[in-house]
């Protein structure tokens, strides 16, 4: 139903814009929200902005619900389990602004997975996955103003150019299919819709941003990843003018993969990554991260570089899965 209203809503925003104007004061470290969260903010009429980010997770251990599992036990269940992984994402961003309302966005990434398990045997072996990810296109489209207050939309699409095919050298074979948690992309035409809300004041900044990704159809293989319901709160004080800290709560609820890739059937009783059940989970997230801006008197000129350190406070994850560590993320952005 809302998907068949956006055209119109679109439509209704476009022309609402021509009586519309931003009246930032300053663009100090402040008025962006931590380098975590994406779309956070929109830009002036004609301005362009570039960013990069690098993302790094690192997943330890096994849970089931809210219990922590030892390989061993896991081992009971399984023939073969997940010890770590670690993935590395680099995201390349642009944004642009037609008109006062509307900020365009695109966005590129990269993503490295590799994988360390072991077997009920005892063996220990790697795996790996590389490539490109899927890509995001949104608009960002600014609905009110009210004092220090900012509220916009956020509108994308997720196109799937990432991999759901990737495969490596394991004991099983030289060309085996990798389970879920390994594969690059979604496979299908991802949505998302949101909506944030940005405080400015001269010393600190608030802001909050609801996000849901609605994955369409299934893919090629069958299935769909689930879709997720995401809640951000932070809040940023600056140090001086060219610095600021800043505090952030997630909380995240994804659904499990619906459908499950076929060629996956016989490994989802052997792993627990390749059972399509066992992809959900409840998160909880706390960040802490630092930006600096230089030149801040002339911010057409500044360079943004941010650093955010995230640990989970909640996960409570369907069925057998790995746990998330912690993660960070360094980003780059440079308005002109
Ligand atoms: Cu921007």
């Known amino acids: 139903m809302i998907i068949k209203k956006l055209p119109s809503l679109v439509a209704a925003l476009v022309i609402a814009q021509l009586s519309y104007a931003k009246?930032?004061?300053n663009h100090l470290a402040l008025t962006h929200a931590p380098i975590g969260v994406m779309g956070d903010h929109t830009h002036n009429k004609g301005e362009w902005m570039f960013s990069y980010r690098?993302?790094?997770?690192?997943?330890?251990?096994l849970r089931r619900g809210t219990n922590d599992l030892q390989t061993a036990q896991a081992l009971q269940d399984f023939m073969l389990v997940p010890v770590k992984m670690d993935m590395q994402m680099q995201m390349l961003g642009v944004m642009y602004a037609p008109t006062e309302r509307i900020t365009l966005m695109g966005m590129l990434n990269h993503q490295k997975?590799?994988?360390l398990l072991e077997t009920r045997m005892g063996n220990r072996f790697t795996t790996s996955s590389e490539g490109m990810g899927d890509s995001k296109l949104g608009t960002l489209i600014s609905l009110k103003k009210w004092n220090n207050n900012y509220l916009h939309a956020n509108l994308g699409i997720s196109l799937p150019t990432g991999s759901i095919n990737v495969r490596d050298v394991t004991p099983m074979g030289p060309n085996t299919l990798l389970p879920y948690p390994m594969r690059i992309g979604s496979g299908t035409y991802d949505l998302s819709l949101g909506l944030t809300w940005n405080q400015y004041h001269e010393t600190y900044s608030l802001g909050a941003?609801?996000?849901?990704t609605l994955r369409t159809g299934e893919n090629d293989q069958d299935y769909r990843l689930?879709?997720?319901?995401?809640?951000n709160f932070w809040a940023a004080k600056s140090l001086n003018n060219s610095w600021s800290l800043s505090a952030r709560l997630e909380a995240k609820n994804r659904q499990s993969i619906k459908g499950s890739d076929p060629r996956l059937m016989m490994a989802a009783n052997m792993t627990p990554t390749a059972n399509a059940d066992f992809t959900g989970g409840d998160?909880?997230?706390l960040s802490i991260g630092l930006t600096h801006v230089s030149n801040v008197k002339n911010w057409t000129n500044g360079h943004r570089l941010a650093i955010e350190f995230s640990q989970p406070v909640l996960q409570n994850l369907a069925g057998t899965q790995m746990k998330l560590e912690n993660s960070f993320t360094i980003g780059w952005q440079k308005a002109f």
Not at 54 to 61: A, I, K, P, Q, V
Not at 226 to 231: I, S, V
């Open 113 to 115: 997975n590799d994988m």
């Open 54 to 61: 690098y993302m790094d997770m690192s997943m330890d251990g």
């Open 209 to 212: 941003q609801l996000m849901s």
């Open 283 to 285: 998160f909880a997230h």
């Open 23 to 25: 009246d930032y004061t």
């Open 226 to 231: 689930g879709h997720e319901n995401k809640l």
